[in-house]
C-alpha cells in the first residue's frame, strides 16, 4: 500500500535550518508530482512546494521562495524540503502529499522559536 512518512522535524531558533525527508512505498514514486503542505495551530492546511516526477519543474508559496528548496532523489523514492532562514511563522505539521489518491504522511513538526 502507499506510504509516506516523514521525518526530519524538530525545535530550532529563528535563522536556522531544518531538512525535512518523505520516504514512500507501495507505488512508482518516478512517476508522480509530489507536494509538501503544512499546517499551523489555526490555520487552514498550506502548500508550500510542488516537484514534477524528474524535477526539472519546481514551484513554492511566495512565503517560503528563496528559503526553502524542495529536492527528490527517485532512486531513494524520497522527496525532500531543506529550510533555511527559519521564522516564527513557519511552525507548523508539515506533510508531503501525493495528489492522486490524495495520499498523506502523518506529518512532521516544526517548530520555530527562541
Known amino acids: 500500500q502507499v506510504q509516506l512518512v516523514e521525518s526530519g522535524g524538530g525545535l530550532v531558533q529563528p535563522g536556522g535550518s531544518l531538512r525535512l525527508s518523505c520516504a514512500t512505498s507501495g507505488f512508482a514514486f518516478s512517476t508522480y508530482y509530489m507536494y509538501w503542505y503544512r499546517q499551523a495551530p489555526g490555520k487552514e492546511r498550506e502548500l508550500v512546494a510542488t516537484?514534477?516526477?524528474?524535477?526539472?519543474?519546481?514551484n513554492y508559496a511566495d512565503s517560503v521562495k528563496g528559503r526553502f528548496t524542495i529536492s527528490r532523489d527517485n532512486a531513494k523514492n524520497t522527496v525532500y524540503l531543506q529550510m533555511t532562514s527559519l521564522k516564527p511563522e513557519d511552525t507548523a505539521v508539515y506533510y508531503c502529499?501525493?495528489?492522486?489518491?490524495?495520499?498523506w504522511g502523518q506529518g512532521t513538526q516544526v517548530t520555530v522559536s527562541s
Open positions: 516537484i514534477s516526477s524528474s524535477g526539472g519543474w519546481i
Open positions: 502529499h501525493r495528489r492522486l489518491g490524495n495520499y
